[in-house]
């Protein structure tokens, strides 16, 4: 999940480089949503690891 996210990072990075900023948005958009789904998924992974 994590790799998503930072590939879809670099693509906005591309993206925004050169001059797609419709592209761009989209992409880091998705960069983000699918950062914190990791980020939700990491912590509940941890909180059943420790009860």
Known sequence: ML???V???IIALI???LGF???A???A???KVLFVV???LAVVA???KRV
């Open 38 to 40: 990791f980020l939700i």
């Open 46 to 48: 941890f909180l059943r």
């Open 7 to 9: 590939v879809f990072l």
């Open 15 to 17: 993206a925004a480089f």
């Open 3 to 5: 790799h998503y996210a």
């Open 21 to 23: 900023s419709g592209l």
């Open 25 to 27: 948005g989209m992409a």
């Open 29 to 31: 958009t998705i960069a």
